[in-house]
């Protein structure tokens, strides 16, 4: 899948008062227990997502996946890279992690997508239009910043 290629959404960030290992370490764990939960996985099977279990190594390296999302890329400490694509969508997220200051480490979430004919269109309005997907990823950030903060 060619990321650059698929439609920027947004970006949202946060600053994690952790070095970047605790922070990817962190960013890793909530992933996997996120999108682990029985409801996430039920949603996966409702719009059809590509990968629907968890698969492939631990911790998160390329070809790793879990519910909606596979590892296209993993530079630990600097970037994760998830693809993923269902009847609605093609879609991608993006972490980097970067020094803010010593013993601070910023925290972006890109994301990518492609929303294909009246359904895609429909869904985005859903996901996007409404603020559920702005809301849901910051939620993740949140929940990263905190694991990573307690592990201090």
Same mark, same amino acid.
């Given at each position: 899948?060619?990321?650059?290629?698929?439609?920027?959404?947004?970006?949202?960030?946060?600053?994690?008062?952790?070095?970047?290992?605790?922070?990817?370490?962190?960013?890793?764990?909530?992933? =996997?227990?996120?999108? *682990? %939960?029985? @409801?996430?996985?039920?949603? $996966? !099977?409702?719009?059809?997502?590509?990968?629907?279990? /968890?698969?492939?190594?631990?911790?998160?390296?390329?070809?790793?996946?879990?519910?909606?999302?596979?590892?296209?890329?993993?530079?630990?400490?600097?970037?994760?890279?998830?693809?993923?694509?269902?009847?609605?969508?093609?879609?991608?997220?993006?972490?980097?992690?970067? =020094?803010?200051?010593? *013993? %601070?480490? @910023?925290?972006?979430?890109? $994301? !990518?997508?492609?929303?294909?004919?009246?359904?895609? /269109?429909?869904?985005?309005?859903?996901?996007?239009?409404?603020?559920?997907?702005?809301?849901?990823?910051?939620?993740?950030?949140?929940?990263?910043?905190?694991?990573?903060?307690?592990?201090?």
């Amino acid at each position: 899948m060619n990321i650059a290629a698929l439609p920027r959404i947004d970006e949202h960030m946060t600053v994690v008062a952790a070095e970047g290992g605790a922070v990817w370490h962190a960013l890793g764990e909530t992933l =996997e227990q996120s999108f *682990g %939960r029985p @409801r996430s996985t039920r949603y $996966a !099977r409702l719009v059809g997502v590509a990968d629907r279990t /968890a698969s492939g190594p631990r911790p998160l390296a390329a070809g790793s996946a879990f519910p909606g999302f596979r590892v296209a890329d993993a530079v630990p400490g600097r970037e994760l890279v998830l693809v993923g694509r269902h009847h609605f969508s093609t879609y991608a997220l993006v972490f980097r992690l970067e =020094e803010a200051t010593p *013993g %601070r480490t @910023r925290l972006r979430a890109e $994301a !990518r997508a492609r929303f294909p004919g009246p359904g895609g /269109a429909l869904y985005r309005l859903l996901v996007i239009g409404t603020g559920a997907h702005a809301l849901l990823t910051g939620r993740l950030l949140a929940a990263v910043r905190r694991r990573a903060e307690q592990v201090r």
